[in-house]
């Protein structure tokens, strides 16, 4: 068991569309990250929450929209995404700074 | 040039050999980390390493520092090993920030 929980695990939205991503972890980590894996290109890190405030955003664009209500709990707001978007999106918390991250299993996102 | 570059890029083996895959980063570095991502996605750390070397089962890991180089090795690999290996890098003036390689995908044949 991975203590980090991801829903959906699959999500297929038109351009339109609004839709959200949600992270959850269990292990009572104070950092909590969202990543974007697209195909045969590396893990980009999107954004970085500790103690729920963001701490760094990597020029995403505002279409993503995050959320942290309290250090458990992560969302990714998605709304007039491209078809570029469509990627793995990957959750991952640590207890901050150089520890461990531990990922959640990704939400895959196909845009049409 | 990406700070992080593995090598190779697919590895193919039959059961029970050992498997080497490399990794070469180009910043100061404060701790290195190995992934495993099987299908489907998943990722689970491996290892994180500042020095020398750490061995779990069959799976150890290495780095020189000096040479700003690590390597993943695995022995008497069996098929359930096939996945994707990631090296990711923490600098010294990144926090909490990964960069990571593109991954060697390693597939290990009955």
């Known amino acids: 068991e991975t203590g980090v929980t991801q829903t959906p695990r699959h999500l297929v939205m038109g351009m339109t569309n609004k839709k959200s991503l949600k992270c959850e972890q269990h292990l009572g980590h104070n950092a909590m990250y969202w990543y974007k894996q697209s195909a045969k290109k590396p893990l980009e890190l999107m954004f970085v929450?500790?103690?729920?405030?963001?701490?760094e955003n990597n020029s995403v664009p505002s279409r993503f929209s995050p959320e942290c209500p309290n250090s458990s709990h992560l969302f990714l707001h998605l709304h007039t995404l491209q078809p570029e978007d469509s990627a793995l999106y990957l959750c991952a918390s640590s207890q901050g700074g150089p520890e461990t991250q531990y990922f959640g299993p990704g939400t895959r996102l196909l845009v049409l | 040039k990406n700070e992080v570059e593995q090598s190779p890029q697919n590895l193919t083996a039959q059961e029970g050999e050992f498997i080497t895959i490399n990794c070469s980063y180009s910043?100061?570095?404060?701790?290195l980390h190995w992934l495993q991502q099987h299908p489907g996605g998943g990722i689970v750390s491996l290892f994180m390493l500042s020095s020398g070397k750490k061995k779990h089962g069959r799976l150890i890991a290495t780095i020189n520092i000096q040479e700003k180089h690590s390597s993943l090795h695995i022995t008497a690999s069996h098929p359930r090993d096939s996945a994707v290996y990631i090296c990711a890098v923490r600098s010294e003036t990144s926090g909490s920030r990964l960069t990571f390689g593109e991954g060697t995908q390693l597939t290990v044949n009955p």
């Open positions: 910043v100061g570095i404060s701790a």
């Open positions: 929450y500790n103690f729920k405030e963001q701490t």
